[in-house]
């Protein structure tokens, strides 16, 4: 038998089994993957069903909180009972003395306010007897100065004569609103007696003006 004549027919053959081989290992694989899904689907469906006979475990109960009237209230004991006490009246006494001294102080505002109106009242009546002493002045000023004028235009003799009769105050008036070269004219035909003691006079009248507080009296 030639060797190279049966080679190529046994070619076929073999090949013929190795695929009908192949054909039943594919087989065999997919027969085992079904059966392997099947128990897994099966698996999976006694698990659930497992879950499902058995209830979910509830959860477990929250304690009730213990009401107020169960609750114990501390044990106070005699001494802190007794400083206790002693805090409440140091408070009572605190708000008392707080109450008063808002009253006293309601008291001080108000009576503050009323002297506050009296002093405004006061200072607006300093001011119309200030506004009415000078308009007194004034008016007696102006008096004044038309006797003053009489004597200036009389002769300095005959005014002099009058003068040395006029009173004091009278006489210290007239001088003190003249012209000083008028007044010397006069003085110095006036009784040298009379002229020295208005002289002085005068001069006191003046000083006691322009310096209030060193006021002097005279005889």
Known sequence: MNLRAAVPRLMPLTIAGLGALLIVKTVTLVRDTTEFLHHSAAGVSVVAEARAAVPDKPPPATAPAPSRDSVQPPTVSEG??????????????????????????????????????????????????????????????????GLVKLYQDMKPRDAATIFNDLDMPVLLAVLDRMKEAKAALIMAAMNPDKAREVTARLAELRIKRENPGSARTGG
């Open 80 to 145: 802190e009972r007794t400083v206790l006490l002693e805090l409440r009246q140091r408070r009572q006494e605190l708000d008392r003395r707080e109450l008063a001294l808002n009253a006293r102080e309601s008291v001080l505002a108000a009576a503050e306010q009323k002297l506050s109106a009296r002093v405004e009242e006061l200072s607006a009546l300093q001011k119309r007897l200030e506004a009415l002493e000078a308009a007194r002045e004034q008016r007696e000023d102006a008096g004044w100065q």
